[in-house]
């Protein structure tokens, strides 16, 4: 039986109102189902403590439970799936709904990522918890198992209280560790990392170790046994991490190292800088045309005047390849994007340019930005190059 859409007693629109459609099926994200589940125990645990609904204590105990399993078996799959997708776990674990097989799975994994592994770890008590009565999905849903025996046999009383103050704290790990597990794999993009350590790891190692002036000295080794105490790692782990970060343009210019860019020099990207700081101290001139009846039309064409001017400067004395460099360093400070893209965003910012051919407004974009000098100052300091960054702010 095939029904219509508008029959359908689940399905149908109407068209009285679109306020209460919901993006389902080919519209939805995994994410969406493990917020949706961990939202349906809590709005429900919720509504009978608060509305002090004590007939419903007993009818709605079970989905309340059944909800926040559901929704913690979700969340240790789409780990396990992006596990599998970065080959960070080689072989599947079979479909099935046994949540504790899934955790030990995901807790062996060599994840490389010290906050990762402890949001696994975090999930454990409450796999135990919720396994322990129900190992296959089962028993919170129906009244009887499989083979006929009574479902949660051994149970008689749960306190929906505890219940709640235990998905709160249920929801904010999952949440956590969803969180970081999308930025860890967005950082693995970059190839910043080793074996045992993630980038997030190797940035929190750069932060605790001294300048490179002062390794020679007891500060280093100190440095250094506190690392590889807290990360677990020996000799040749920690030499790993070490030399990597001295290549790395933002982790090795926090202890002395500093890094050029492809074509900009620091002379010229002063030139820049001062040219924009000449455009924008007229005042008004952020919105000129906010409101028709009050505009200050001789302000506008003075402002129109003195960005032609600025503009002609910096075509006069940057190249093509500098005026790369200079988008190039704006987007990655506006972004906060990672250092290891700059040489691959560079060349394809270069590729546009080509196309485009418009170098003049290329320039017009970039100076009319209110917070040029912002966003350029952070991508130097992404880049290497801090020492600059805090000459242009002076």
């Not at 396990?80 to 776990?89: G, T």
């Not at 969180?179 to 940035?203: M, N, Q």
Request: hydrophobic share 40%; glycine share 4%.
């Amino acid at each position: 039986m095939i029904l219509e859409n508008n029959s359908d007693p689940f399905f149908a629109l109407t068209e009285k109102s679109s306020e209460w459609n919901a993006c389902i099926g080919n519209q939805a994200q995994p994410e969406s189902y493990i917020d949706g589940y961990m939202e349906a125990a809590l709005e429900l645990v919720n509504a009978v403590i608060e509305r002090k609904q004590h007939i419903k204590r007993d009818t709605l105990a079970m989905p309340i439970l059944y909800n926040a399993r559901h929704a913690l078996e979700l969340s240790l799959k789409y780990m396990h799936d992006a596990f599998l997708k970065e080959e960070i776990i080689t072989t599947p674990h079979s479909k099935n709904h046994d949540i504790h097989s899934y955790w030990k799975l995901l807790s062996a994994a060599k994840l490389g990522d010290a906050e990762l592994t402890q949001h696994i770890k975090n999930l454990e008590i409450y796999v135990v918890s919720l396994s322990n009565i129900d190992d296959d999905g089962q028993e919170l849903r129906y009244a009887t198992t499989r083979d006929g025996q009574k479902s949660l046999k051994d149970k008689a009383l749960c306190n929906l209280v505890v219940i709640r103050e235990s998905l709160l704290k249920l929801k904010k790990i999952i949440a956590d560790s969803k969180y970081r597990l999308e930025v860890f794999i967005d950082e693995r993009r970059t190839k910043t990392y080793t074996s045992d350590l993630s980038r997030k790891d190797l940035e929190t190692i750069s932060k605790m170790l001294p300048p490179f002036e002062r390794w020679n000295e007891d500060i280093f080794d100190k440095a250094k046994k506190e690392i590889k105490t807290t990360y677990g790692i020996g000799s040749k782990q920690f030499s790993d991490a070490v030399n990597l970060i001295k290549r790395h343009r933002t982790m090795a210019s926090r202890l002395g190292s500093e890094f050029d860019l492809l074509h900009l020099t620091d002379d010229k990207l002063k030139l820049v800088v001062q040219e924009w700081k000449a455009l924008h101290p007229l005042k008004g001139s952020d919105d000129l045309g906010a409101d028709f009846m009050n505009v200050d039309f001789e302000a506008m064409v003075e402002y129109a005047n003195k960005v032609d001017e600025v503009q002609e400067n910096i075509l006069r004395f940057l190249s093509e390849d500098e005026i790369a460099d200079l988008e190039t360093v704006f987007y990655t400070g506006r972004e906060a994007g990672f250092c290891e893209f700059y040489e691959n965003r560079l060349t394809l910012v270069k590729k546009e340019h080509k196309i485009n051919q418009d170098l003049a407004e290329e320039v017009r974009h970039l100076i009319e930005k209110n917070k040029f000098m912002e966003e350029i100052v952070k991508g130097l300091t992404i880049l290497g190059k801090p020492t600059l960054a805090k000459k242009l702010l002076l």
